[in-house]
Nanobody, 115 residues
């Protein structure tokens, strides 16, 4: 079965950096688009970044120039490098994929940006 497991969240000061990881299993990772979403308290879950099978990427305007999504097909892992973090980046971060028209989500990892 498809499983996604995120890690790497934590508490960081404004201006700091974190790298999130999402390890995938149960499907042929290299053949699928991988996405990172985030959900702040009381808000909807928003798309942050996408990486395609050809490694092309897309980003939300709010994170362009600060975040970088990447993938390692040998490790079945997608990463989100987050730099110059701001308090408004505080959220639970989720990775997601769609396999055979079904969406799969990880359990999420909390990122808190605060001094």
């Amino acid at each position: 079965q498809v499983q996604l497991v995120e890690s790497g969240g934590g508490l960081v000061q404004p201006g700091g950096s974190l790298r999130l990881s999402c390890v995938a299993s149960g499907f042929t990772f290299r053949n699928y688009v991988m996405k990172w979403y985030r959900q702040a308290p009381g808000k909807e879950r928003d798309l942050v970044a996408s990486i395609y099978t050809d490694t092309s990427t897309n980003y939300a305007e709010s994170v362009k120039g600060r975040f970088a999504i990447s993938r390692d097909n040998a490790k079945n892992t997608v990463y989100l490098q987050m730099n110059s973090l701001k308090p408004e980046d505080t959220a639970v971060y989720y990775c997601k994929t769609t396999v055979r028209m079904q969406d799969y989500w990880g359990q999420g990892t909390q990122v808190t940006v605060s001094s």
